[in-house]
């Protein structure tokens, strides 16, 4: 039996990471692929996102959403949950479907208000740098992240701006799918 592929995105401070960790928690078998772990195991020239998208930054985003394409597939294939979190469009996913022809693939968009991510961003224990330095791009980012262009492309939306997170997971888990 395959794994459910599990792809989440948000800015930061919407708890990609903490919602797919709590998420992965419920299943015998889970892998969780953060796409920002993946960027961090190159050693030398890594590119820092920013607001401009610099080129080698889209490079290396590219590179880490394409090697977790591939796990994803071999890890559900072997009956593994798996859940991506990255700040994603819609139309960033498409590449890395083409790996999970076949697959349930669930594409969700985690939503909350600027002052909850923000709220969060101040609090998250999770990062080995200085949160702080993430502002700027959840400002920018808010606005172009828009949960109805998700929905559009066939994203679930969920707003855990009032939820806590087992109510989030509850929520994740309690979608229809295809939505």
């Known amino acids: 039996m395959t794994g459910t592929i599990w ?10 990471t903490s919602v797919s960790r709590a998420l992965l928690s419920r299943f015998p078998l889970g892998l969780h692929l953060p796409i920002d ?22 490079r290396q985003f590219a590179l880490a959403r394409t090697a977790a394409a591939h796990h994803a597939r071999l890890y559900a294939e072997a ?4 859940a991506i979190d ?26 909350t208000t600027l002052e909850v991510a ?10 080995t740098y200085d949160t702080q330095s993430l502002v700027p791009l959840i400002d920018g ?19 855990s701006s009032q939820l806590t997170l087992d109510e989030t997971v509850e929520a994740v888990l309690g979608l229809t799918w295809p939505v």
């Open 7 to 16: 792809v989440f995105s948000g800015s930061p401070g919407a708890g990609k």
């Open 37 to 58: 772990d993946l960027r961090e195991l190159v050693v030398s020239g890594l590119a820092h996102p920013s607001l401009d998208h610099p080129p080698e930054a889209v």
């Open 79 to 82: 009956g593994f949950a798996v």
């Open 86 to 111: 990255d700040v994603l469009w819609p139309a960033d996913v498409a590449p890395m479907a083409a790996q999970w022809t076949g697959l349930d693939v669930r594409p969700v968009r985690l939503f």
């Open 118 to 127: 923000h709220h969060r961003n101040r609090t998250r224990t999770n990062k």
């Open 141 to 159: 980012l808010y606005g172009q992240m828009p949960p109805e262009a998700y929905r559009a492309a066939g994203w679930a939306v969920v707003d």
